[in-house]
Structure formats: structure tokens, C-alpha cells
């Protein structure tokens, strides 16, 4: 390994002393893993034709905002789906089996 200040090249893998594979180049040419959470400060733009966010994991994805969470056209806020000039179209409330379509 090479360390250079606080930071340790290991092959193809850099991280730190007390964990050297944080981020991994692996093998595969344009793939990189990241071994623990992703932080990113600024905008994900993906520029492939065809795009994908793929969970692999045993139990659920989330996708959570402290505001609202817009899909295409669609916007979700709180329990309610809309779109950007009328968010409540369709309320899913709070009652078990509930669902009111407004307008």
C-alpha cells in the first residue's frame, strides 16, 4: 500500500489505515463500489439511455425528502399523490382502508 497524508491506495481500493477499502475500482471498467454510505452534496445525474436504481438488499428501499418527492409528473407529499399545481388529488389519510379522490 501507499499512503499519502491520511489516505491509503491499496490496489485498486482507497480508503483509510483503519478502513482501506472504502472506495473499491474493482476490475470492471466504469464500475466503482463504495463500501458504506454515499453522501453527495449536489445534485445525481445519470446519462445512460436507459437508467436504473437497483436495491439488491433483503428488505425495503426508501426514498424520503423533508418536503416532497416528485416522479415524472407525479409528486408525493406526506400521504398524498399529486401533481405540481394540485398536490392532494388523491389523499391516502391516515384511517386503514381510507382513500378520498379530491376533484
Known amino acids: ?10 490496489d485498486a481500493k482507497i480508503g483509510i489505515s483503519g478502513d482501506t477499502d472504502m472506495i473499491d475500482l474493482g ?8 463500501n458504506g454510505d454515499l453522501k453527495a452534496t449536489g445534485d445525481l445525474t445519470l446519462t445512460t ?18 418536503g416532497f418527492v416528485d416522479v415524472e409528473l ?10 405540481s399545481g394540485d398536490t392532494d388529488m388523491i389523499d391516502l389519510g391516515t384511517t386503514a382502508g381510507m382513500v378520498t379522490v379530491n376533484g
Open 1 to 10: 500500500f501507499v499512503d499519502v497524508e491520511l489516505v491509503r491506495f491499496t
Open 27 to 34: 476490475t470492471t471498467a466504469g464500475m466503482v463500489t463504495v
Open 49 to 66: 439511455a436507459a437508467a436504473s436504481i437497483t436495491h439488491s438488499g433483503g428488505t425495503s428501499l426508501s426514498i424520503s425528502s423533508g
Open 74 to 83: 407525479v409528486r408525493f407529499t406526506d400521504a398524498k399523490i399529486g401533481i
